[in-house]
């Protein structure tokens, strides 16, 4: 549930980061925050350096007397920056607190403005940073590799929301002062915009920026699938999205069914394609294993099944297309779901099916150097259970007695590989060229297959025209 919804309830963890020799300067910083705000947060705690049964300082137990939800702890693991993040942030998610801010008693940090942050949390952001003046030469250099417009990349007094904490692998992080670099590259791949609020604190003057950049570049790495880091690999929690260019499977599914039709989408997700095809005015019957209230409301009806089980639904064979676009890689049970199709389509009925290339060049290269990793989404999504080549795809439909009409391809998905919107002319001039070497080749530079098959045997069809005309 977003922030502005829970305002009220909202739990809001403050970290002071330390040790025992500057415990007065703790507490006069724990004392900056307003006194509304320091009443309002669930818990105010001051991690220490040192062993769990050490004293603790005066200085604090009289602060912690006054406020009753002031906790002294301790950490003797001696991490740096990041490290002692990551002690912060778990305690967080294992504490329910719904946001978390990390403080130190330098210059870099205004606790008097803590509650800036906090307004923009509760006004809805999940990522708010304090931004320092000045910072452009860096600001831009990182902008211009990332694609983004964050204020201050160097800035650590932030606060976060718990529900992007348990989305992102934090701990994957390093424990240096790249860890910051890191957090707000994992908050662009899970699509959490960053909420800047401008604070005339000082400039960090030990921020890596040489090495910063390197992340940078590295996460690009990761994009371009040229590596695969862990720690990018977020929880999108629901993986799926319409890939707008007219090279995609989606756009081509869309454009292969004609106005009018009646179509059943077995594997439909959240029902990504039931709001284009009713523009077109098409009707679209949905299948698949999720709750009912996760689905498009443009799906005519919704019904809730285990593909891995034989399909039975209430509907008859008056389907004018079956839609399997990237299910047929997560079943197990293939030939019987391929059965299933024939018994809800038309005898002149097509089927739309696509899967991905698992022989296109760029995991050709990967096998070459050793290396093979699953991932949450793309040809190696780890919910995949078999991959196909465009041969072992065609078998797969043609065993099926299926007859293949038509294969389309399609282009490596730059919008997402980009992180694109989609109406960028450089990426759309990508996709294109790259479409048409994927005509030429499809072996080799397809992303994805996409047949249109129809039944192949002609006594199942002729039954299916008499249980059709008998109806």
Not at 217 to 225: C, I, P, T
Not at 275 to 304: I, M, N, T
Not at 385 to 395: D, K, Q, S
Request: charged share 25%; net charge neutral; aromatic share 8%.
């Amino acid at each position: 549930m977003p922030p502005s919804q829970t305002s009220a309830r909202a739990r809001l963890l403050v970290v002071f980061l330390g040790d025992d020799a500057c415990a007065r300067e703790l507490a006069s910083a724990a004392q900056r925050i307003p006194r509304e705000l320091r009443a309002q947060a669930a818990e105010l705690a001051f991690l220490l350096e040192g062993d769990e049964g050490a004293a603790t300082p005066p200085v604090l137990e009289e602060f912690a007397a006054r406020e009753p939800n002031v906790r002294v702890r301790r950490d003797a693991r001696g991490r740096g920056h990041g490290g002692k993040r990551k002690v912060a942030f778990e305690y967080a998610l294992s504490h329910e607190f719904d946001a978390v801010c990390v403080l130190e008693p330098d210059a870099r940090f205004a606790p008097e403005h803590l509650g800036q942050l906090w307004q923009a949390f509760e006004a809805g952001a999940e990522f708010v940073c304090a931004a320092a003046p000045g910072g452009g030469f860096e600001r831009t250099l990182h902008n211009l590799v990332l694609d983004l417009d964050v204020l201050d990349y160097a800035a650590p007094f932030r606060l976060i929301s718990a529900r992007v904490l348990r989305r992102i692998p934090f701990h994957l992080n390093e424990d240096g002062r790249g860890f910051d670099t890191q957090i707000l590259m994992q908050c662009r791949a899970l699509g959490v915009r960053t909420s800047a609020v401008a604070l005339a604190v000082a400039r960090d003057a030990k921020f890596p920026l040489l090495h910063s950049l390197a992340l940078a570049l590295g996460y690009r790495a990761h994009q371009l699938h040229l590596t695969r880091r862990g720690e990018y690999l977020v929880d999108h929690d629901i993986h799926y999205s319409l890939k707008h260019h007219p090279s995609s499977s989606h756009m081509q599914v869309l454009e292969a069914i004609r106005p009018g039709a009646l179509v059943l989408d077995l594997g439909c997700s959240q029902g990504l394609l039931a709001a284009p095809l009713r523009e077109k005015g098409v009707r679209v019957v949905g299948v698949d294993v999720g709750p009912p209230e996760r689905v498009s409301p443009s799906l005519e009806r919704y019904w809730q099944r285990d593909l891995e089980q034989p399909l039975e639904i209430p509907e008859q064979r008056v389907f004018d297309y079956v839609v399997c676009s990237d299910v047929i890689e997560h079943v197990i049970h293939r030939p019987e779901l391929l059965r299933s199709v024939r018994r809800y389509l038309k005898p002149d009925g097509r089927l739309l099916i696509s899967t991905p290339n698992i022989a296109i060049w760029f995991y050709r290269l990967s096998l070459l150097v050793g290396r093979f990793e699953y991932g949450p989404r793309g040809v190696l999504d780890e919910t995949h259970v078999h991959l196909f080549t465009r041969a072992t795809f065609r078998r797969e439909v043609e065993n099926a007695a299926f007859r293949i009409v038509r294969e389309r391809v399609t282009a490596l998905p730059f919008e997402i590989v980009f992180e694109s919107t989609g109406r960028s002319a450089l990426v759309r001039g990508l996709a294109n060229t790259y479409h048409a070497l994927a005509r030429l080749w499809p072996e080799m530079f397809a992303y994805q297959f996409l047949l249109e098959a129809e039944v192949g045997t002609l006594l199942e069809r002729e039954q299916g025209a008499k249980h059709v005309a008998s109806r």
